[in-house]
């Protein structure tokens, strides 16, 4: 009789955070298999956002935001110098557009320092020598902020993971899981339905993290978070602007707002909004766009409109409800729910490609434990 193979741990979902997981763990000689419904590796939230690297100044001191976000910037630097994946640190502003504004902004830059992120505080007459065609009040400067070739990224994950013998299973449904005695007994589907069986379940499925929490039926589903899907529009620039870092407006409790950012050729976009749909949805609604230009033009008012042209449409898998203030990142193992082996990440939206190596080291470590 053949014997049954015991995977170390099988992730469910390859976006840049299950592949950062799968790397950490792999790497230290655990097998591991990745499950992916899409045909590509980082086809949902990771494909489909800013490509910023944050700096982490808009989150509580001590979240797992603030700690992940601080930490994931660095190693994220550090690997795309070391696997040449293309991303510039080009620096973002947070600006005040009106004199009322500096005591929410003075409010922000005192948040980040608390927290340990690198910024300095910028002048009216500084910034407005910087930005002439801006109307600004003040701002902030954060260095450590740029941008990121997210494809390349999670290329290069994919490759470590497969040097550590990892599996990638593209095409790949998760269906069900059982914990049976000391392991968990996985249901897929590929075309075929199969099983295998893992010493550990990790679920990294962003914007489908409650549909499949839902599926691992020895969890009490007390523990499964709403997802609230935030469908973000944006929009690219085509005429001359004045740009050379990240444009960020005073961010509200609910989202960053809608920022000017690059690709790394270049090409100037905006976005997003925010708005809340209740299935998925990528389709651009131009209807929108009045919105964008009223957003831009109170920093930028010689925008021209007819620049604006329909870019991309990206979902954000969110844990709080529209109103509410943000909602720091939910990453809950068996001290919290239970389930021995079991790590249930939910709500991994921004700042997530930025923290996504530094929770891939998180998670490993708590499976170390």
């Known amino acids: 009789m053949q014997e049954k193979i015991i995977f170390d741990a099988v992730i469910i979902g390859a976006g840049v955070v299950g592949l950062s997981i799968a790397k950490f763990y792999s790497e230290i000689g655990k097998s591991v298999v990745l499950l992916e419904k899409e045909s590509r590796s980082g086809e949902g939230v990771s494909s489909r956002n800013s490509g910023v690297i944050h700096a982490g100044m808009y989150y509580p001191t001590g979240s797992l935001k603030s700690t992940l976000c601080i930490e994931g910037n660095r190693l994220l630097y550090d690997y795309a110098k070391v696997k040449n994946i293309s991303c510039k640190k080009i620096g973002k502003y947070i600006i005040a557009s009106k004199e009322d504004e500096l005591e929410k902004l003075n409010k922000l830059y005192n948040q980040g320092l608390s927290s340990g992120v690198s ?12 930005y002439p065609d801006l109307v600004l009040a003040g701002a902030i400067y954060s260095p450590e902020s740029g941008i990121i070739d997210v494809p390349e990224l999670v290329t290069a994950l994919e490759g470590d993971i497969q040097h550590n013998k990892g599996v990638i299973s593209l095409n790949t449904s998760f269906i069900s899981a059982t914990k049976s005695q000391n392991n968990f007994k996985i249901t897929c589907n590929d075309g075929n339905e199969f099983e295998i069986n893992s010493k550990i379940l990790i679920n990294s499925s962003g914007l489908n993290s409650e549909i499949n929490t839902r599926k691992i039926f020895s969890l009490d589903n007390k523990y499964n978070l709403p997802i609230n899907l935030a469908k973000g529009h944006y929009f690219k620039y085509s005429g001359k602007h004045p740009f050379n870092n990240l444009i ?17 050729s270049g090409q100037l976009r905006f976005g997003p909004d925010i708005n809340w749909i209740s299935n998925l949805d990528f389709s651009f609604d131009e209807s929108v766009k009045d919105n964008f230009i009223d957003s831009i033009q109170q920093y930028w008012p010689d925008m021209n409109p007819d620049k604006l042209q329909p870019d991309y449409v990206g979902i954000r898998p969110k844990i709080q409800n529209p109103n509410e203030k943000m909602r720091d990142f939910s990453i809950l193992d068996s001290k919290i729910h239970g389930v021995e082996g079991l790590i249930n990440l939910q709500g991994i939206e921004s700042p997530g490609v930025t923290s996504s190596l530094a929770i891939g080291k998180f998670v490993a470590k708590l499976l170390q434990k």
């Open 119 to 130: 910024l300095e505080m910028i002048t009216k007459e500084k910034i407005q020598n910087l």
């Open 248 to 264: 960020y407006p005073l961010s509200n409790e609910f989202s960053q707002g809608i920022h000017a950012g690059f690709d790394l």
